[in-house]
């Protein structure tokens, strides 16, 4: 999920789905949504791991998961943002979530094939919002859902959800980059706009009665 492995599995005559989500990326992309079948599954591996060598791509993380045919399953990775609250009882620390997070509902076909709702949710850490009893945090969600139909064993790609950094650094001279309208001459402005989108790859697979998770 959001970089990584998430697995699902289910079972429905006598089957379960297994959902690795192959290695999600971060990196520059412009995919909304692609399939691949299981032959295209182990070469786009292959792209994957030279995309990370070559810097083009991160891997966040690999998480797995099995859940029965029909049952939803949720991934989440994130962290818990602390926050304090006054009242008449005292001062009360509380926490709010920014996680990446992907839900599933994987449905076995009677030809194997898998049919899989998908939604991923990306939160990220907003403006500080100053109250009477303090700042709380506010969390900036962007989220994707769509219904997919996809082979046993291939791979689901779901971009769309993007980020934006805007960074500005003016290197200077000590002292001479400092003087009033001269000081210009002795330093420079850099503006970097770096824009990034989120990639989650889902590798669905049906497992036997065995559950084997290879």
Do not use: C
């Not at 850490?125 to 046993?152: A, C, F, R, W, Y």
């Not at 980020?163 to 850099?190: A, C, H, Y």
Request: charged fraction near 15%.
């Amino acid at each position: 999920m959001g970089g990584g492995r998430g697995s699902i599995g289910g079972s429905a005559g006598g089957g379960q789905v297994n959902l690795p989500g192959t290695p999600g990326l971060i990196g520059t992309g412009v995919v909304t949504a692609m399939l691949f079948n299981s032959s295209a599954t182990k070469i786009l591996g292959l792209e994957l791991q030279a995309s990370q060598l070559n810097g083009i791509a991160k891997n966040i993380a690999s998480p797995r998961v099995v859940t029965a045919n029909g049952i939803e399953a949720i991934i989440e990775q994130g962290v818990q943002i602390p926050y304090q609250t006054v009242s008449l009882q005292g001062t009360n620390v509380l926490f709010k979530k920014a996680i990446l997070s992907l839900t599933v509902t994987p449905q076995i076909t009677p030809d194997d094939n898998i049919n899989m709702k998908v939604e991923v949710t990306q939160d990220s850490v907003g403006e500080i919002i100053n109250t009477t009893t303090g700042g709380v945090p506010s969390i900036n969600t962007k989220k994707i859902s769509t219904q997919v139909l996809i082979d046993n064993g291939g791979t689901v790609v779901i971009g769309g959800v993007y980020t934006q950094d805007e960074l500005r650094t003016t290197p200077k001279v000590p002292l001479l980059g400092d003087i009033p309208i001269l000081g210009w001459l002795f330093k420079n402005q850099t503006d970097t706009n770096n824009k990034r989108e989120l990639l989650v790859f889902i590798s669905p697979k049906i497992l036997s009665d065995s559950l084997n998770l290879r």
